[in-house]
């Protein structure tokens, strides 16, 4: 991977306690009844629908995670009918949501279901929330972290080790083997020059 903090060579970049995000994607489901546009009291929406749960999902990240607890959810898509006049029965929505804490990912996954479930009954709908989670998030051990700093800068110069960089909420399956030992994942910066092509 190439980070733009990392631009003449072979810098490394590590950080103590989360560096990678958990990586989670969902899909929810809005069954409702179609309907001509002409009649909509005769349907039950499930697009009004789908659009109210996403307005509503926005609300987790601002209203009940805590303001420190850095996290990300984004519908990335939105799906529902074929046609200009006509309600269908089914739409969808889906996204991903990314954290640096399995507790911040626990609430999130919570208020989702909460806010899906009540918003699709308020408006007469049914509705079906997957959420998977892939990836936890990769969290350095300190006392590993301190140490493999102490290596890179033996190996390439300690002005070329940035100890405390910036944690991405990109996601990588590191993660697993920090669940089960203590260690350290690194950024390896390959540059800005014409090799990288």
């Known amino acids: 991977m190439r ?9 490394f970049g590590v950080t103590e306690g ?4 958990s990586s989670n994607e969902f899909r929810i489901t809005i069954r409702g009844t179609g309907s001509h546009t002409a009649l909509p009291h005769n349907g039950r929406d499930p697009v009004f629908t789908a659009v109210q749960i996403a307005n509503g999902l926005q609300g987790i990240i601002t209203r009940n995670k805590k303001p420190i607890d850095t996290a990300m959810l984004s519908i990335t898509q939105i799906h529902a009918g074929n046609a200009v006049n006509i309600v269908p029965d089914q739409a969808w929505l889906g996204g991903t949501v990314r954290t640096f804490t399995v507790e911040a990912l626990d ?7 909460k806010i899906a479930e009540a918003t699709a009954a308020a408006y007469d709908c049914e509705v079906d929330v ?6 936890p998030p990769t969290i350095n051990d300190p006392e590993q972290t ?3 700093a102490e290596v890179m800068a033996e190996v390439v110069g300690k002005d070329k080790v940035d100890s405390s960089v910036e944690p991405t909420m990109g996601a990588e399956d590191f993660s697993f083997m920090l669940l089960e030992k203590p260690g350290c994942y690194a950024f390896l910066g390959n540059g800005d020059g014409g ?3």
């Open 107 to 113: 609430l999130i996954e919570m208020r989702m279901r």
């Open 130 to 135: 997957h959420f998977l989670r892939n990836y």
């Open 146 to 148: 301190r140490f493999a």
């Open 18 to 21: 989360p560096i990678m995000a």
């Open 195 to 197: 090799h990288r092509e």
């Open 3 to 11: 980070y733009s903090v990392f631009t003449t060579g072979p810098d």
